[in-house]
Every structure is written in C-alpha cells, then in structure tokens.
C-alpha cells in the first residue's frame, strides 16, 4: 500500500543547531516533493519545493533533499531558531504533464527549538 | 498582501444540519483545493478546481458534501447532512498550475464541530 512517513516522535533540538525532518514513503513515484510549515490554529505555509530530476535545493537556513532511490526527502533547518518550532509537513504528488493531481500530506513533524 | 479568506473561522452545529463553508482565493489563482485536517487522518485533499471546473473529488464523501466554484472569487464546500464524524478543520488553498502543483496558499481554516 502507498505510505508517507514522517517522524512520528516530535523533534527538540537545541537552538543554534541543525534540525533534520525525514519524509519516508513508499509505493510512490513522485513528480515532486513540497515542505510546508503549520503553527498551530493556521493553515500550512508553503517553504520549498523539490522536483524528482533535482537532487537538493536551498532556501535561506533551509536545505531539502530527496533521494528518490531510498524514497526519501531530508529538510534540514541550520542555525535553529525558537521561531522555528513549529509542525513541517512534507507533500508528494505523482502528477506529470496536465494530469489531475494526487497529491498526498505525511502526517507531519513537531519540531520544538529551545533557547 | 494576498491572502485566502475563509468564511465562518469557527463553526457549531447539530447533527443533520447543513453547513456552507466559503473561500475567497488569492485573485488571478487559477486552482482552488479543499482539504480536511484531523488528528487522526491529518491533511486529506477532498476536491479541487481549475479554471472553475472541478478536476478531482474522489477525496470527498459523494452522498453527503458538494463542491462549488459559482464564479472566480468563490468557492462553496457543503455538507448535507452533517454528522459528528465530519468535525475536522476544513481548509482551503489556491494557487496557480497548468499540470503539476506548485505552491500551494492556504486560507485560515474553517474549524467545524457536528454535535
């Protein structure tokens, strides 16, 4: 069956270090991989997006990956900030050409940085 | 600054109950989607619309929700009759495609609880 895995376990990393969120799925071809941040009470806020033929793309402190032998997409956030805590959502969609869309949401990371 | 509006924020009704939720997209948006986030299931993408015609609604429950999209500054998610199960946060987005997906605006989000 088709999954999208994130890390289930919230994440709390010290200020000033690297946050690393890990977007697993399977059974999957994705034409591209999206990241998205949601704080609480709002809507998700689009942060990067990654096409299938791009190994790595940045974005200020963000970095995302996506290996699409291991069927993974790493996002990294460097130089951590409190403001940075938040719930990350990684999006994937199959869709080619002017296809309809299928695109599906992992169930997203809480990352909390402390001071 | 453009933004997605969302009309009621907050919403509490009775079982069997109609509910109309409405969203205005950013102007110039060709793409309207509407998802629903709960803990359980996270973010699932009901339907969407492009150019005002509706391109997929195979996430939506047929027998009881409805997708509009009257004119280009509206678009209508109903849900007739209501029932507890449908208690979620409905959000809508938009965002400019031709096939693929890019970014994707998210509106505030309509919180719905069916007692």
């Known amino acids: 069956s088709q999954k999208i895995e994130q890390n289930s376990e919230a994440l709390n990393i010290q200020e000033g270090k690297t946050a690393t969120l890990t977007c697993n799925y399977t059974n999957y071809s994705p034409a591209y991989l999206q990241w998205y941040r949601q704080d609480p009470g709002r809507g998700p806020v689009f942060l990067l997006l990654i096409r299938e033929n791009e190994k790595e793309k940045r974005k200020e402190r963000l970095k995302v990956t996506f290996d699409t032998t291991l069927k993974q997409s790493l996002f990294h956030i460097t130089a951590s900030q409190p403001a940075d805590s938040a719930t990350y959502l990684c999006?994937?969609?199959?869709?080619?050409?002017?296809?309809?869309?299928?695109?599906?949401f992992g169930s997203g990371t809480r990352l909390s940085i402390r001071p | 600054d453009a933004r997605v509006t969302q009309t009621p924020r907050h919403k509490v009704t009775e079982m069997g109950q109609e509910v109309t939720m409405r969203c205005q997209p950013i102007l110039g948006h060709n793409t309207v989607f509407w998802y629903r986030q709960t803990m359980m299931q996270g973010l699932e993408l009901l339907a969407y619309?492009?150019?005002?015609?509706?391109?997929?609604d195979s996430g939506m429950p047929k027998d009881r929700f409805s997708a509009e999209m009257p004119d280009a500054t509206l678009a209508t998610l109903k849900i007739q009759p209501s029932e507890p199960r449908d208690s979620a946060v409905y959000f809508c987005a938009s965002g400019t495609t031709t096939g693929a997906i890019y970014e994707q605006y998210f509106g505030p989000g309509t919180r719905l609880t069916v007692t």
């Open positions: 619309f492009r150019n005002r015609a509706p391109l997929d």
């Open positions: 999006a994937l969609d199959e869709v080619r050409g002017s296809s309809a869309s299928k695109i599906i």
